[in-house]
């Protein structure tokens, strides 16, 4: 029997981490902030990637490649961004065996080489939206690394458009916005709050970022993925116009937006428990497991002959496994697939056999039933759709109960500490109340939501008039 | 109408060139020897990419990812392998914004990470065979860089394989050999020669490397992918042992192997012509592209109506676009769509609609035939299975025509020149006779065929007794 998990009581960050690696998604790198994706980790970001990657190219976006390294002088040609991003950086100083004569730096995002690039393509309104995607390795250095949430080197994509007019590149922004919330809402399970940064919090060298932010088991925010509005701000740096019908120079307003293997740390802090992993089906690299019981050999063809025969019939809807290995018990082999997650075993041994039936346990819950063999397929179906929406439900109630509205500060710093979560409160836009905040509490604002009514208070802070509230939290 | 091609007979190298930048498949990056993959390009790679992956997740084989900074002490773990790729590498020495204790090498391939890993994941026979894949971003510092054939970054695929034993790590390469073929030849249509290296063109470390080499239309060789055998060396170099059933201590056996995207480079240099890019329906991103044609707007709309129709019919079965831009001219289009190798063009004019046909157009023949509109599915589908299937006969036979068996030196020296091509000659297997006639003549030994029949000979250059042929040629 495998040692029992930490739980997520006594230790949250070591449950984190022990999940991760009993569950063998991913390993530490002999590099410092470096990680491994290990097979199921990666199966796990493949399957995120690719409900994504579809949902990208169904919006018009086409896929590219850009190099990894970017020339110092390209690296600095907008200001904000530089300042921003230069800390984080890794730096190529040699290469082929010389000294560079122009320190390289890996990318900690693309802005800089794609449009030094797209503005040799884009000369007239023909070649505008300019709308495209990378899936790439990115590279930020990381001084306090996490599995998954924080690393040196971590998977993304990073969507980049251009668009003739600002108006046209804020509709990018609010597409995108609503493609991200189908994947994180329908196929994560994961409910969040949509809305805008503050100035502190955007992305270096943006107009506006925004932001979906989801709520962990210990009751802090964890951002999902970001969209960026740029203006003209790169367009500019980088000289990228184009002549429109009536013939006049226009700088393209551009955008950018990404998601992050960052996600999967995210999808197990909020769904995840003391067993391990709950993943939803949705995304699951393995929907359901048969685990086939037996003692003597008889019982073992009898058993395997039927477990062989639904593992066919589930697997032509669901990707299913069938886990036959003769070293390990059913105990043991119960204990290791819900440590992995997977949303639905099936259980078989002979007295089911005999009858005809199957056992079917939920990772969710941990119910079983026993269903009859012919009616399995439509069982498992329910199940899998009601893992899928019970996960969502049972997050979004999570998030809705630790959220707070606060009105005095007293209040605000009562309620961080204990029971902590979501603050609903008014800020009145000033930056300098923003960082007291921060300062005297560690909490930061996530967003200003989208869908937040416009609403007369006052600072919860400064108690200058304010017209709107913000989401405070502590944060990963 | 846009300035024609390079014709290959004027200028071979430029026409390759000319062909990638102007169908926009890729373009120069500002960093010397990188390059951006633009829609186009990265639309073929995703295509070769998807079959490949399905193939080696159908052998087993499971998707992982590995960081690409690799430790300097782990790289230098293994002497040959750090001699032969140590010059090639670009190094970070910065990082954070502090000076690394440390150099950071991006990786030029990743054994030397991967097996540091796996040497803590691999403890028993239980934990093989060890089968891994990634797909990854690599840097090879690069001199002189050709779009796709050789750049500083490239994306590749890299198999990592653990044994019990040799003859299952034998076993292994022999397997991937296959499935390699089976991309090259069924899908890319392209014949190769299939060997082993010298010692002199093995990869730095490999006990053996076996290869594919393919042809240009200049009749120089091109690697289309390789296969490495380690035997026990960076086990023992990175200490990787299992227990075996008998309680006993081994170290594992290990393979490496890899197809990169300079396949699309050997993919245009075999098939493309004198109008452009020429792609095997298989792997063409858009299989069929549909030329609506008309003067007034009343033909606009009775051809489009019928142009719409038969989009949908074709795209349930082939990747079908239309091309219904009313800035460009029909005979543009065509030139358009030559250039970018769409396999099978569906012209449909009044006429036509009047007459209830269609005008089908072969991108590798430039045939044209009139069709009825209800065959045209079944026209469309056999003419691209003949498209395949003739473009793989096209430059098998082009291959075969250029293969010399040569039995003496000189004859060897005149047939280097012109006519150039492989020389299938006998070579005593002395890696001085080999450097002497790379000196003398810039040909190479690509392989030694692995179905070459034993066959008794005096070597080419010294004349000494020989068992076996190679092929010797200029390589890109």
């Known amino acids: 029997m495998p040692e029992k998990l930490t739980k997520r009581s006594d230790d949250y960050a070591r449950w984190y981490t022990d999940v991760i690696q009993r569950a063998e998604l991913a390993d530490y790198a002999p590099v410092k902030g470096c990680m491994v994706f290990r097979p199921y980790g990666f199966a796990l970001w493949e399957s995120i990637k690719d409900v994504l990657d579809r949902m990208i190219k169904a919006t018009g976006h086409s896929n590219v490649y850009f190099p990894m390294l970017i020339p ?62 990378q899936w790439a390795n990115i590279i930020r250095w990381e001084m306090r ?59 270096a060298g943006a107009e506006n970022t925004y932001t979906m932010e989801a709520m962990t088991q210990d009751k802090r925010a964890i951002q999902a993925g970001t969209v960026h509005y740029f203006g003209e701000r790169f367009a500019k740096a980088f000289d990228v116009k184009y002549q429109g019908k009536n013939g006049q120079l226009n700088f393209v307003s551009t955008t950018s937006w990404g998601i992050s293997s960052r996600i999967i740390g995210t999808l197990i802090m909020v769904h995840s428990d003391d067993q391990g992993l709950v993943l939803p089906p949705r995304i ?109 439900r049972r997050a979004g109630e999570f998030m809705d109960a630790n959220t707070h509205r606060v009105d005095s500060y007293e209040e605000f710093k009562s309620t961080i500490g204990e029971p902590g979560g979501f603050l609903s409160a008014h800020w009145c836009g000033d930056a300098a109340c923003e960082l007291a905040v921060k300062e005297d509490t560690a909490a930061t604002i996530r967003c200003i939501p989208l869908d937040g009514k416009p609403e007369s208070g006052q600072c919860v802070y400064c108690g200058k008039p304010s017209e709107r509230r913000a989401v405070f939290a502590k944060a990963y």
């Open 72 to 133: 110092e002088s390209l690296f600095k040609k907008e200001a904000q961004h530089v300042d921003g991003f230069a800390p984080e950086c890794a730096v190529v100083t040699h290469g082929g065996g010389k000294k560079l004569e122009e320190p390289l730096y890996l990318r900690p995002t693309s802005e800089t080489i794609i449009w030094t690039m797209a503005s040799k393509w884009i000369s007239s309104y023909r070649d505008l939206p300019f709308l495209i995607n």
């Open 145 to 203: 690394p996490r599995l998954f949430l924080r690393t040196t080197e971590f998977l993304w994509q990073e969507g980049h458009t251009a668009h003739a007019d600002a108006q046209e590149a804020q509709q990018e922004c609010s597409q995108i916005l609503s493609m991200y919330r189908g994947l994180v809402e329908d196929y994560l399970a994961i409910p969040i709050v949509v809305g805008r940064k503050s100035e502190a919090e955007k992305f």
């Open 284 to 392: 699951a690299p393995t929907q359901v497991v048969i685990v086939p019981i037996w003692k003597s050999d008889d019982q073992r063809r009898a058993v395997m002959d039927v477990a062989g025969k639904l593992k066919e019939m589930l697997n032509a809807k669901f990707c299913t496994k069938i886990d036959a290995r003769e070293e390990y018990s059913p105990g043991w082999k119960f204990n290791e697939w819900e440590l992995k997650g997977v949303p639905v075993r099936v259980e078989i041994g002979p007295k089911d056999v005999k009858n005809h039936q199957v056992v079917l346990a939920r990772r969710d819950s941990g119910e079983k039933s026993s269903v009859p063999q012919e009616s399995v397929l439509k069982t498992v179906a329910e199940m899998l759709q009601d893992i899928q929406a019970s996960l969502f």
